[in-house]
């Protein structure tokens, strides 16, 4: 299980604050993704990133935030704008094959 | 871009039996096909995989098969075992010029396996 880990496991936040989860990963991957997984969904991408100090939006980018100035790291903002922050988010890692592989997630809880 | 259906939505069998779940996807070009196993509150795991050059591949009771020209896939799991309880999702991706794609995943399965 080791390779992508996540902190913190649980998050809570007031609405109307920024807050910031943490991905790392010792794997040397040059890819990272960040998802959202909502009940009865499928993962959603969210931002992803191929290079270090490179990234793109996915599918639901909107009210979220992310950097890349390390290989080993892809942490993400989730700012006020995003409408419906609770989640649970998954990082996940990938090097020059389709293959992802996840960090044990953080579940964001926002009232 | 690329769309991924994945049905059925939820799947009860009985401890022994076969369960089966199948996705379409809309991008032909799609060369990808992963399976992802997640139990409550962990991290999905790849547990099989398959690329479009073959039509079916098989690891112990878990089996993909891929019809290109129907533009769908399946995952087959025999001899059910109680562990077998998860979300199953799966996801498809294409190769880009010098990279590979983002994964489009299906809105999963629950597979609850009874003894």
Redesign the interface.
Known sequence: DGGITQSPKYLFRKEGQNVTLSCEQNLNHDAMYWYRQDPGQGLRLIYYSQIVNDFQKGDIAEGYSVSREKKESFPLTVTSAQKNPTAFYLCASSDDTPEQYFGPGTRLTVT | GEN?E?HP?TLSVQEGDSAVIKCTYSDSASN?F?WYKQELG?????II?IRSNVGEKKDQRIAVTLNKTAKHFSLHITETQPEDSAVY?CAA?R?ATD??G??Q????TQVVVTP
């Open positions: 991924v994945q939505s990808y992963p962990k991290r999905p795991q790849l995989d999702f991706s190769r990279s590979w983002k994964l995943f299906g809105a999963g």
